[in-house]
């Protein structure tokens, strides 16, 4: 890293806990299909229960209705993990003076690119609770505030307030939110 460029790697959805996540989804929905095909056909396509003696009329087709949920939420949670959905970098170039931000989309790759000039502020947004954040953004003058970190666990505060205040002296601006 030299003074001129400042790069970050930000982490996408290629992470052990969404691996997990797809995998049961996937175990869970073959078994709610394979338990309803088991009841409508009357043979046990289970190692384990008997959901042959189930009634197709409503246990079988509700069951097949949850294996075909579930399926469309296995391929969906399995396409974020195969393109590494919101993994990208975050480039700050003083010689040009320009921030590029990009992160994987859905469909395409985003691009944003901001004067450096336009940045007022590094701002630490600190939520405890049970939908905890903490997230470092930029304000940035006629826009809404840019989030930079990456979507998960998260951070310590200590790692956080380090690097926000790394980035507030790299920048030159004021680090807010403390």
Do not use: C, H
């Not at 990208?88 to 320009?98: C, L, P, R, S, Y």
């Not at 469909?107 to 947004?125: G, P, T």
């Not at 939520?127 to 809404?144: A, E, T, Y």
């Amino acid at each position: 890293m030299s003074a001129e460029l400042l790069e970050q790697n930000v982490v996408g959805s290629r992470k052990t806990s969404n691996l997990i996540v797809g995998s049961m989804v996937s175990i869970g929905g073959t078994g709610f299909l394979l338990a309803s095909v088991s009841s409508y056909l009357g043979e046990n396509f289970l190692p384990i229960g008997n959901p042959a003696s189930l009634l197709f009329v409503p246990q079988g087709l509700l069951m097949g209705m949850y294996g075909i949920a579930a399926f469309f939420l296995a391929i969906y949670q399995w396409t974020l993990y195969a393109i590494d959905f919101g993994a990208g970098t975050n480039k700050f170039d003083k010689q040009a003076g320009i921030l590029s931000v990009t992160r994987r989309g859905l469909l395409k790759e985003i691009k944003v690119n901001i004067d450096l000039k336009d940045v007022k502020a590094v701002k630490l947004e600190v939520r405890d609770g049970i939908n905890p954040k903490r997230r470092i953004s930029l304000r940035i003058q006629g826009r809404r505030d840019l989030p930079l970190s990456g979507v998960g666990q998260p951070r310590p505060l200590v790692e956080l307030e380090q690097e926000g205040a790394e980035l507030a002296r790299y920048l030159g601006v004021n680090l807010e939110g403390l």
